[in-house]
């Protein structure tokens, strides 16, 4: 059974940062994760694209993070890292994994969810 598991988040002051850690549990081959990617969700907003990253570590962000996030992945250990820098009260959300994972079966499969907090 596939399952992604997230941890990392937490509460810290405005210019802070965390590092998230996502990683995908049941025994798959890294052949069978292509793109990983992190999403987030604040109350009364839709869920939104953060950024992802193909399986040839090709990368994509959202204007709002560019410059202050970094996503990473180790193939090896089926995990994503998202490293957040000059965090803001506005990137205070629910932040979820996300991965397509060919054969078990194929779709995209969802984290449960952590939350992160900016106060300023």
């Known amino acids: 059974q596939v399952q992604l598991v997230e941890s990392g988040g937490g509460l810290v002051q405005a210019g802070g940062s965390l590092r998230l850690s996502c990683a995908a549990s049941?025994?798959?081959?890294?052949?069978?994760?292509?793109?990983m990617g992190w999403y987030r969700q604040a109350p009364g907003k839709q869920r939104d694209l953060v950024a992802d990253?193909?399986?040839?570590?090709?990368?994509n962000y959202a204007d709002s993070v560019k410059g202050r996030f970094t996503i990473s992945r180790d193939n090896a250990k089926n995990t994503v890292y998202l490293q957040m820098n000059s965090l803001r009260p506005e990137d205070t959300a629910v932040y979820y994994c996300?991965?397509?994972?060919?054969?078990?079966?194929?779709?995209?499969?969802w984290g449960q969810g952590t939350q992160v907090t900016v106060s300023s």
């Open positions: 996300n991965a397509l994972i060919w054969g078990y079966p194929t779709r995209n499969y």
């Open positions: 049941g025994n798959i081959p890294s052949t069978r994760i292509d793109a």
């Open positions: 990253i193909t399986s040839r570590s090709g990368t």
